[in-house]
């Protein structure tokens, strides 16, 4: 079982986190654990950016559980993918306002949303890049209301 949390300091970091005295059920291993999972540990970590700049506001694993999204305050979408049994991460900056959430809707495709108050699809292409898709939710523009 693998945690993964997003912080302020810029990473996400990845713990192992069965505990064989606590947790009943057999441990299942994930291709996210290095050889030592019998104890608690930092399983990987990854720095959002070297020079700061973005905190995690969300992250989401997909279903099969070898790729990992996230979010952050410097407008970036990142996927780390460890299904070809290395990890291979790519971020794709892009120029909207922050995103707070993600969700995977299929393996290859998630949404984004935050501060810009429109859902937007992502998908990841055969070379494991995130490229935009489209906006979900199409905004109507308003007419100003005459005397």
């Known amino acids: 079982m693998v945690l993964a949390t997003g912080t302020a300091d810029f990473r996400v970091r990845l713990f192992n986190v069965h505990m064989k005295e606590v947790d009943q059920c ?3 291993k994930t291709e996210w654990d290095t050889d030592d999972t019998s104890v608690p540990n930092l399983v990987a ?3 959002n950016s070297s020079r700061g700049g973005g905190w995690i506001h969300g992250l989401a694993f997909n279903k099969t559980g070898n790729r990992l999204c ?7 979408i ?14 794709l900056k892009t120029n909207e306002l922050p995103f707070i ?3 995977w809707v299929s ?4 949404v984004a949303a935050g501060h810009g108050c429109c859902p ?14 489209s906006k979900i939710d199409s905004s109507q523009k308003k007419e100003a209301a005459g005397l």
């Open 26 to 28: 057999q441990k299942v």
């Open 45 to 47: 970590e990854f720095t």
């Open 70 to 76: 996230w979010v952050a305050h410097d407008s970036s």
């Open 78 to 91: 990142t996927v780390a993918d460890v299904s070809k049994g290395s990890i291979i991460v790519n971020k």
């Open 101 to 103: 959430s993600c969700i």
């Open 107 to 110: 393996d290859r495709a998630l």
């Open 120 to 133: 937007m699809l992502y998908c990841i292409d055969s070379n494991n890049k995130v490229q935009f898709v």
